[in-house]
């Protein structure tokens, strides 16, 4: 599967500057990049905490829906792992999806001992409600549908807490830095308005831990904020690591529809609306989910995208309608505060309303391909959170596992940094083919994927996107800036996004091509792994599923 799709290795060179060391570098403050923050004060190891933005600004505090694990009697973590393999569609790996059900409970109830408070039921316990997949009501929330900014704020509380921590804001993760054996010995950073950090320099440790999040903003509408520019993943790219499974877009199926001209970030209408009741309807008013999927309304959110995109199609209409009049005021003023505010301060009111929604990029299930204990297949470099790869999603992603998965493998980094062997060694400056793709384009880029890589795909629409991508990269104009570095990490993880869609001739999960319908088993039930080599020449070659995956039919 080699191919001669060209990515560059580098973004810049090293140069004369501010550095830092520590014994472990931590990219990203959302969840993941927080717990591992902690975890690895735990176990004595000093941390700077980088992040591009504020600490605050990451993706979890956008997650409405909450937090899945298995607490209450009824349920177990077989159940749980059951559940996640169904929405995988094989392709989980299932020793990672076990590890994630087994330690998740405790993983929560950390939280909890932290601090971060979750709604209670009338007898004292975690009320627990379902979404989208899940067979059982083990979904924990927070403010009604606030659970990623209450688990952010007793995380970041904990973070301030620990003088170990040094947190480095405003700070753009650049290119890893190697030394002559090939491990991670550090990163270049762009570090804006900080005084007399201003510019580029370096952060140094042996240890590089990636959790800078998901890269929504490759699309032209998104779920993601701004910043969600796939920074960790396109760092690794261009350092050599394997990235896995990148065709595994999931679009949400209820967003908010603004129109036809909206761009960026976009309202979440959050599945959990669902999960109290509220139906799909069709332009004629109909419910339409009932006999495409035995759990109708409540289906893996790539059946339910699907459905809303087909039935979009006979209807030559942009949006449908969520119907939650039904849950009545009380419901939506004590259990979706947030979604209510959202959807008042765009003049629809849901208690009396209905709300237009479609599909917009959400999550990606693909990364930083890691090992169970979130290990890159660079020495020193490790993932966790939506920039890695783990196995646990497969072909989509369950509702509410992220944020579970980056407390998890946040955690069982810290065994494998406690049995690697790092060694603290001089990085040399990286070498081979630069460049970038100016600001400018990135609209340009983002049409080209709505329109040929989005939900609806083709052996066509894909070969059109990666000959526009081409293009674009051979435009010029570019400097050494925020804007274009982002637009160029958004560029090359487009790039091998589609290539690996190109690909994949079926459909699975997340990953829907017309002209393949079908799964197939018999030749697709495997990663997609994609690496640069040391002349920016990107090659894909396909790796089993990891364990045996019982129970995913």
Known sequence: MNGSTWIP?????????????????????????LTAALRARDIGRTVLLVTKAQVNEGSTRWAQGGIAAALSEEDSPDEHLHDTLVAGVGLCDEDSVRALVTEGPAAVRELIAIGAHFDMDPSGAIALTREGGHLRNRIAHAGGDATGAEISRAVMAAVQLDPGIVVL?????????????????GVTLHVMGSGQRDGIGAALAPA????????????????????????????????GARIADMEFVQFHPTVMWL??????????????????????????GTPFMTGVHPLADLAPRDVVAKAIMRR???EGTAHVWLDGRMLGADTWFQRFPTILDSCRSRGIDPVTDLIPVAPAQHYVSGGVRTDIWGRASIPGLYACGEVACTGVHGANRLAS??????????????????EDELTVREPVAPSGPSGLVPHAL?????????LDAGVLRSAESLSVATGELALLADVGGSSPSTEDWETTNLHQIATVLVRQALLRTETRGSHWREDYPERDDERWRVHLVSMVDEHGQVHTVQEPVRGTAQGWE
Do not use: C, K
């Not at 804001?169 to 010995?185: F, M, V």
């Not at 929504?216 to 796939?230: A, E, I, R």
């Open 169 to 185: 804001e405003n700070a753009l993760a650049l290119d890893l830095l190697l030394d002559e054996t090939g491990a991670a010995q």
């Open 259 to 284: 129109g036809p001209h909206a761009q960026g970030q976009q309202p979440l209408v959050s599945e959990a609306v669902r999960g109290e009741g509220a139906v799909l309807l069709d332009s004629a």
């Open 401 to 418: 596992n992220s944020l579970l998965e980056g407390l998890v493998f946040a955690r069982r980094i810290m065994t494998a940094l406690e």
């Open 312 to 314: 979009m199609r006979e």
């Open 442 to 450: 990135r609209r340009s880029m983002q049409q080209v994927m709505d």
């Open 208 to 239: 590089i831990i990636l959790a800078t999040g998901g890269f929504g903003q490759v699309f032209g509408q998104t779920t993601n904020p701004y910043v969600s520019t796939g920074d960790g993943v396109a760092l690794a790219l261009r350092a």
């Open 9 to 33: 290795r580098r973004l810049t060179a090293p140069e004369p500057g501010w550095s830092a060391r520590a014994d472990v570098i931590v990219i990203g403050s959302g969840v993941a990049g």
